[in-house]
Nanobody
Framework: QLQLVESGGGLVQPGGSLRLSCVAS????????IGWFRQAPGKEREGVSC?????????NYADSVKGRFTISRDNAKNTVYLQMNSLKPEDTGVYYC?????????????WGQGTQVTVSS
């Protein structure tokens, strides 16, 4: 069974940056579509970004993070990253990575435990 572990969250001031990591084991992350999601207190979970598995489509981003967040994958480290720049208070929440066997950004069946991101001065 695929396991996902997120890290890299923390407290950052508005305008700052964080890089989240999602490490997959024991299977190769390249064989899965990986998505990043977040959930703010009192709000529903929302999709942030998605990187389809090899042979799938292109990466995509929520409108609220376009131009600020970048998803990437390091197959050698079996890790997917979410680089977050120009952070805003509304980016605060628990960030989760998820994996799907689909070639599209859907059907997520594996989830990490989440990492807290707090953007505040």
């Amino acid at each position: 069974q695929l396991q996902l572990v997120e890290s890299g969250g923390g407290l950052v001031q508005p305008g700052g940056s964080l890089r989240l990591s999602c490490v997959a084991s024991p299977f190769t992350v390249d064989y899965y579509t990986i998505g990043w999601f977040r959930q703010a207190p009192g709000k529903e979970r929302e999709g942030v970004s998605c990187m389809p598995r090899r042979g799938g489509g292109s990466t995509n981003y929520a409108d609220s993070v376009k131009g600020r967040f970048t998803i990437s994958r390091d197959n050698a480290k079996n890790t997917v990253y979410l680089q977050m720049n120009s952070l805003k208070p509304e980016d605060t929440g628990v960030y989760y990575c998820a994996a799907s066997s689909s070639y599209s950004c859907s059907g997520y069946t594996y989830w990490g435990q989440g990492t807290q991101v707090t953007v505040s001065s």
